[in-house]
């Protein structure tokens, strides 16, 4: 069974860029949610999504905004990109309620420059 | 600020002792927690979960204890192996998100 799998691993982006990262879930797993994680702040919520629908977000700014298709497949999307968003960017999905045994994938490394 | 810590941030083992690493945490109303464990350049890895009915769980090598008391979660790692060199987070679950502790980073001395 193929695990959460995140794409691209690498991404290097210019201030003022936008970027979209991919997470897709295990199979059979509804809930998807995004995370970020950095040195200073260590691993911070962004959103989570459950059959396409976002039922909750983290204090994160509106220049981070995330979807879920219908086969569960997750985008986030960040706009306008500032050094600060230099991160490893972590997906986990989880297969019943959200956030129980919740598997991560190997994350998206972004550096802004 | 975050609402669960690890007291120690670092935590050097002598292979073959047992490890245990500590997480308080400050939401009472937490009835899920995780511990995971991540590898340089790896996304985290469940170790094991824990429900808030429980007080303690076992698993392969792995104990998490959970003192709801006093807000208390350990991880307890038996016979230390130099593969459990890592990063471990205890989270806990709250309206459907992670909130994690900053990390201990567990060095196994051979």
């Known amino acids: 069974k193929a695990g959460v799998t995140q794409t691209p691993r690498y991404l290097i982006k210019t201030r003022g860029q936008q970027v979209t990262l991919s997470c897709s879930p295990i199979?059979?797993?509804?809930?998807v949610s995004w995370y970020q994680q950095t040195p200073g702040q260590g691993l911070q919520f962004l959103f989570e999504y459950f059959s396409e629908t976002q039922r909750n977000k983290g204090n994160f700014p509106g220049r981070f905004s995330g979807r879920q298709f219908s086969n569960s497949r997750s985008e986030m999307n960040v706009s306008t990109l500032e050094l600060g968003d230099s991160a490893l960017y972590l997906c986990?999905?989880?297969?019943?309620?959200?956030?129980?045994?919740?598997?991560f994938g190997q994350g998206t490394r972004l550096t802004v420059v | 600020g975050e609402s669960v810590g690890l007291h120690l941030p670092t935590l050097s083992v002598q292979e073959g002792d047992n490890s245990i690493i500590n997480c308080a945490y400050s939401n009472s109303a937490s009835d899920y927690f995780i511990w995971y464990k991540q590898e340089s350049g790896k996304g985290p890895q469940f170790i094991i979960d824990i429900r808030s009915n429980m007080d303690k769980r076992q698993g392969q090598r792995v104990t998490v204890l959970l003192n709801k008391t006093v807000k208390h979660l350990s991880l307890q790692i038996a016979a230390t192996q130099p593969g459990d060199s890592a990063v471990y987070f205890c989270a806990e679950v709250n309206d459907y998100k992670l909130s994690f502790g900053a990390g201990t980073t567990v060095t196994v001395r051979a």
């Open positions: 986990a999905s989880s297969p019943h309620q959200p956030n129980t045994e919740a598997f």
């Open positions: 199979s059979g797993h509804r809930s």
